[in-house]
């Protein structure tokens, strides 16, 4: 069976990642997950989220996969056990020193991270001896070189890799580039995407002429990197022994984590169905189209590390967030807003079962107080839209979306 893992950077992405079918999430503590600008979640928090998950019969994986300095270890032990206590489902660690005190601490099941970058059968071999369920692939795999894994290792040792999001120009994440340019350790998640600046020369002796690398008429992009998705190869993926689909994002929006989620999940279903027949459906792929990205690349799965360069580093975005639903009501259902629309704006309805794609014409809406709005205006508003279609709790209304 495939597993569908979405990132959860807060309690409202996790919801959305639960409520549009994920498997499993992925999520942080304030310390030691390497996305230090997600929310992410206090240990009160963290003891929610796992009886939120556990309540939908899904699995809750903890990042603590830093680069530990000495100091980092200094109240991980207790963290650990805490992490244990409350019932989590894996660790997901980078660090040899982390996975013995994982090990010596709890019995928690050990995900090796991406970080500790398992580009081959042997490595793979070694962590499995070193007691480690599942192995977070390298993104530098080939489709090939993942079944040379597969098939090396015990069938108990699960494999893992991205599918979907953002991609290192580095070696899978392994870069001081903006700890260099800006302080931010990266490799303790508060990486400032220096990567995705525009670069030029300036030769010593003429200060302030700056020479372009590589020139177009939008810029000189040297260190960008194309965005995964493997939505079309599922079929692929599959056949080489992935058997978790992993989507990055714990720093994107709760929209990007629901419409991502909803096509793979749609995806991975139509797979199941169809097997070796499957073909990604059309509205599936225009979904992942409509969602904020970079050009689309399927990394280095098909060896074709030429596409990973890219001229530009702004992201295009058709589909615009609107608002997300709160709770149903009698008429209609109340919307937190988180972009402009007004009454008589025809918004398109994002949601796990089949109001999925329709649209809605906004004809009615009041505040908390009962006031007609003809104008939603303020950020993250509270607003009853009068509908005859309900919808449910974290289905989201979408602008634009052609």
């Known amino acids: 069976m495939i597993e569908l893992l979405a990132p959860a950077g807060n309690k409202e992405k996790l919801m959305c990642a639960l409520h549009f079918g994920a498997d499993a999430v992925y999520l942080a503590g304030k310390s030691y997950g390497l996305r230090a600008f997600a929310d992410n979640f206090d240990n009160e928090g963290l003891k929610e989220a796992v009886s939120l998950v556990h309540g939908a019969q899904k699995k809750l994986y903890v990042t603590v996969n830093i680069f530990a300095h000495n100091s980092d270890f200094v109240g991980l032990k207790e963290y650990l056990v805490y992490l244990s206590d409350i019932g989590v489902d ?20 050990l995900h090796l991270s991406t970080q500790a970058n398992t580009t081959n059968k042997f490595s793979a071999a070694f962590w ?37 999001g953002a991609m290192c120009i580095s070696y899978s994440g392994r870069c001081l580039l903006s700890d260099f340019t800006t302080g931010r350790h990266g490799n303790h998640g508060e990486c400032a995407q220096a990567c995705r600046w525009e670069y030029a020369l300036m030769e010593k002796t003429r200060g302030g002429e700056y020479f372009p690398i590589g020139e177009d008429g939008r810029g000189t992009y040297i260190l960008n990197s194309k965005d995964l998705n493997m939505a079309p190869y599922i079929r692929e993926l599959a056949n080489a022994g992935v058997t978790s689909f992993k989507v990055e994002g714990r720093v994107k929006s709760s929209y990007y984590v629901a419409g991502v989620i909803n096509a793979y999940r749609r995806a991975i279903d139509e797979y199941n169905l169809k097997k070796e027949k499957f073909v990604l459906p059309r509205y599936v792929a225009r979904e992942l189209e409509l969602l904020s990205h970079r050009k689309y690349s399927t990394g280095f799965y098909f060896g074709n590390k030429g596409e990973q360069c890219l001229e530009t580093s702004k992201p295009e975005q058709k589909g615009i967030f609107a608002a997300i639903v709160t709770k149903p009501d009698k008429g209609g259902f109340y919307v937190e807003m988180r972009n402009r629309f007004k009454v008589g704006d025809e918004l398109e309805i994002l949601s796990p ?48 979306a052609e």
């Not at 303020?378 to 009853?384: A, G, I, R, S, T």
Request: charged share 30%; proline share 5%.
């Open 90 to 109: 894996g660790l997901i660690v980078s660090d040899p020193g982390i996975i013995d005190l994982v090990k010596s601490a709890t019995d928690i099941p």
């Open 353 to 400: 079962d089949d109001n999925n794609g329709k649209k809605i014409k906004i004809t009615e809406m009041y505040d908390e107080s009962g006031n007609s709005v003809l104008d939603a205006n303020l950020v993250q508003q509270k607003l009853l839209i009068m509908s005859d279609i309900i919808l449910k709790p974290y289905d989201i209304l979408r602008l634009n």
């Open 128 to 164: 499995a001896k070193f007691g480690v369920k599942r192995i977070v692939l390298a993104r530098e795999l080939s489709l090939d070189e993942i079944k040379e894994i597969r098939d090396f290792l015990p069938p108990e040792v699960e494999l893992e890799a991205f599918v979907h």
